[in-house]
């Protein structure tokens, strides 16, 4: 089987020189369950951090970090790759992209800046010039007094008048009786480990929005993560719908859509998954979260990439810092999750993870290398390392479909 490999090239201090090709077994093996090797370069160009493909057509999209922008490649030969069209400026850092399932628009994020940018695509898969989204706006920026997050559903208001409450309060009292006040109200039953109360610190510098990832949802919608924000935004046809606000400092940064209709996201900075969803009027909030492993430290590990198996009822997290994988179940109707297991990624810093039938393929960004593990095959759990082949400062793998 043969994949697409992104990465950095020398302006961004890596070792690859372009859009790398990746083995796994015969090239037109069914499974990624075979010998790897990497097979050299597809096409050249600067950082191609993250790949996309078209839906239906032989035309794969990259985010050129470097360069803050996105480039399409058709499809040459059974690995080679040519430019079409050209450049299209995106956001400071882009680190994101992804096609519409309709091929219609691709839709990029920058890591920098905190840019969303959309391009129509023609019916050669090239994309126009970026439409830019509204930038966002801290929610943490004018408020040091402890706050849930804008979208708990129906108790989102009461919850949110008890904490001004009980801040007005312990203001009243002043010092001497403050103490027998509580910190922070009583959370909304079934989001305890959801939300924490995080009084930014008032002479920090002004955070910068760091926008990481989209995610087609049901409904037409985009999810975009912001990890300096500790935002996630709903989108529809370019314009902002709504912003779900996470807790302080949680740092959302990549997401899963379930077929359950929830949405799960991975944070970098508090090592937790969250799950989102719609209640019945349509307005998304935060349903549960739970730590993506027992073994993480905050401060000390970063989750990166979050896939689902194929079935959907496991999560698999990389967890750069400790290099591992974290495996976590799907509880119930989707709502809930939990760790199971956290297994040893055999790479350095697991930038990115492909489930490919009864293999997890792990790019090690500053290991040089890519690693295949296989799964268990009664519990799904990522176990012994089957093969490993240097390749060049990955970040991204993308299946070639023929």
Same mark, same amino acid.
């Given at each position: ?76 030969? /059974? ?98 009786? &403050? ?24 002479? &920090? ?41 996470? /807790? ?155």
């Amino acid at each position: 089987m043969r994949f697409w490999l992104g990465g950095y090239t020398a302006d961004m201090d890596g070792d690859g020189a372009g859009i790398g090709v990746l083995l796994a077994g015969d090239a037109d093996a069914p499974s990624a369950g075979g010998p790897l090797s990497f097979a050299g370069t597809a096409v050249a160009v600067d950082s191609p951090s993250w790949l996309a493909q078209h839906p239906t057509l032989d035309v794969v999209y990259a985010a050129l970090e470097g360069s803050g922008g996105v480039r399409a490649f058709t499809r040459t030969g /059974p690995a080679t790759l040519a430019p079409i069209g050209t450049e299209q400026p995106a956001g400071d850092v882009t680190c994101h992209v992804v096609a519409s399932p309709d091929g219609r628009w691709l839709t990029a994020t920058g890591y920098g800046d905190g840019t969303v940018a959309r391009y129509r695509l023609d019916d050669d898969g090239v994309p126009g010039a970026p439409e830019f989204g509204a930038a966002a706006v801290d929610p943490y920026a004018d408020s040091r007094a402890p706050r849930l997050p804008d979208d708990l559903g129906a108790d989102a208001t009461t919850a949110a008048e008890l904490a001004a409450a009980t801040a007005a309060l312990r203001g009243a009292v002043g010092d001497e009786f &403050a103490h027998l006040l509580p910190e922070q109200p009583v959370l909304p039953e079934g989001i305890e480990s959801a939300v924490t109360f995080t009084d930014p610190d008032p002479v &920090a510098p002004p955070r910068t929005s760091h926008a990481h990832q989209a995610r087609h949802v049901s409904g037409g919608l985009v999810a975009t993560t912001d990890l300096g924000f500790d935002l996630v935004r709903l989108w529809r046809d370019g314009q902002l719908q709504q912003e779900v606000v996470l /807790p302080f400092g949680t740092g959302p940064r990549h997401t899963v859509w379930h077929p359950s209709g929830h949405l799960y996201v991975v944070t970098e900075y508090s090592c937790e998954v969250y799950v989102l969803a719609p209640d019945a009027t349509g307005r998304w909030r935060i349903v549960s979260a739970a730590p993506v492993s027992p073994e993480a430290s905050v401060g000390a590990d970063f989750p990166g990439e979050l896939s689902a198996s194929a079935d959907a009822g496991l999560l698999y997290a990389g967890v750069r810092g400790i290099n591992a994988i974290a495996a976590l179940r799907v509880l119930g109707d989707g709502s809930r999750v939990e760790s199971i297991a956290t297994v040893e990624s055999h790479v350095d810093w697991p930038r990115h993870h492909i489930l490919v039938s009864d293999t997890l393929l792990v790019a090690g960004q500053r290991s040089n290398e890519v690693v295949s593990l296989a799964i268990d095959e009664r519990s799904g759990i990522p176990g012994r390392r089957r093969f490993s082949t240097p390749a060049p400062t990955p970040s991204v793998l993308l299946p070639i479909f023929d």
